[in-house]
């Protein structure tokens, strides 16, 4: 029995038609990598505010400082940009114009946003800025298919 409940969630011809390009993968990597960071985000301020203000109405502002604040700012960082790298996907694949630069362009913001994590809480300062460039820059990429 357990043979055919796996022969049919594996071996299933629908498994073959999911097919997405690079970019595509770079969007469902960037989504990951988000929901990485809310994680955190959430975990270092329950950590630093404490459950009762957490669940609270959260009257009272309250901010989250140190490290734990840099992990903090570097999600609400992400989730400022992100709306641009998802249009961005979502113009080129209307356009039928997915190729090589929205790829490039994908991955470029995806490793980008993932070095700007560890850079915002722990680097030197002017590394942070270079990754949020090159992320940007990714998305540049990413609208520049569409003209080439």
């Known amino acids: 029995m357990l043979q055919r409940v796996f022969d049919?969630?594996?071996?299933?011809?629908?498994?073959?038609?999911?097919?997405?390009?690079?970019?595509?993968?770079?969007?469902?990597?960037?989504?990951?990598?988000?929901s990485f960071q809310l994680t955190i985000a959430s975990v270092l301020t329950l950590r630093q505010l404490g459950g009762t203000w957490v669940a609270g109405p959260r009257d009272e502002q309250r901010e989250v400082t140190g490290i734990s604040g840099r992990?903090?700012?570097?999600?609400?960082n992400l989730l400022e940009i992100f709306p641009q790298f998802a249009a961005a996907?979502?113009?080129v694949h209307?356009?039928?114009?997915?190729?090589?630069?929205?790829?490039?362009?994908?991955?470029?913001?995806v490793i980008a946003r993932l070095v700007y994590v560890p850079a915002y809480a722990f680097a030197p300062p002017g590394v942070r800025p270079i990754c949020w460039l090159s992320a940007w820059?990714?998305?540049?990429?990413?609208v520049a298919d569409v003209f080439v």
Do not use: C, P, Q, Y
């Not at 049919?8 to 988000?34: F, G, Q």
């Not at 992990?71 to 609400?76: G, Q, S, T």
């Open 89 to 91: 996907l979502f113009l």
């Open 8 to 34: 049919r969630l594996w071996k299933n011809d629908a498994w073959d038609a999911i097919a997405m390009t690079s970019d595509l993968w770079a969007l469902l990597a960037a989504l990951v990598l988000a």
């Open 94 to 109: 209307e356009a039928h114009a997915a190729g090589s630069l929205s790829a490039v362009g994908g991955w470029l913001f």
């Open 71 to 76: 992990f903090v700012r570097a999600h609400r």
């Open 137 to 142: 820059l990714g998305i540049v990429l990413i």
